[in-house]
């Protein structure tokens, strides 16, 4: 067979710049949908229910503004590690002289005696 080189897991990797605007793109057509919803709601409720109107109209007019928010809100961040994930106890840089543990200046400064 021969050797075997690292292998490395992209499960965690962030979604492309393409679907990432896909998405941005689908969540402010939906917003606006809403906010088309919420003037026709107050148009045709004005008047049967004045209140439930004004409420719909009030969402008809503050709902670009959110819906301005979410998509430009950016990428969504990098995954962090894997759950299965494996980190070694004893790395290196936590090595002491000689190849054991405790070395380091925490130990270097610590009062004998």
Known sequence: MGKSGPVFRITGARS???E?????????????LVRT???LLSVVLWDVQRYVA???LGGAVLLPYFAVLIANAGR?????????????EQTPLML???????GGAA???????
């Open 54 to 56: 004004f409420a719909a």
């Open 16 to 18: 492309s710049l393409s």
């Open 37 to 39: 919803a919420c003037v």
């Open 76 to 88: 969504e961040r990098a995954p962090g590690l894997p759950s299965t994930f494996a980190v070694p």
């Open 107 to 113: 130990a270097k400064d610590a009062p004998k005696g």
């Open 96 to 102: 002491g002289p000689g190849g054991t543990g405790g």
């Open 20 to 32: 990432d605007v896909r998405g941005r793109q689908r969540r402010y057509v939906i917003s606006m």
